[in-house]
């Protein structure tokens, strides 16, 4: 899937950093700002 600047994310649920699930939806309404990296000694 590719998005372009100013569509919707899809919904999507991840675990946090204590392993919850978190979905985008509750954080509707809310300013949300997600960083992905990668795991320590993984390429990438």
């Known amino acids: ?4 600047i100013g ?3 899809p919904a999507f649920t991840l675990p ?4 919850t699930p978190r979905a985008l ?3 509707r309404g809310r300013l949300v700002v ?8 993984t390429p990438g």
């Open 25 to 27: 939806a509750d954080f």
């Open 34 to 41: 997600l960083y992905f990296y990668p795991r320590a000694d």
């Open 16 to 19: 946090d950093d204590t392993g």
């Open 7 to 9: 569509d919707l994310a």
């Open 1 to 4: 899937m590719t998005l372009s």
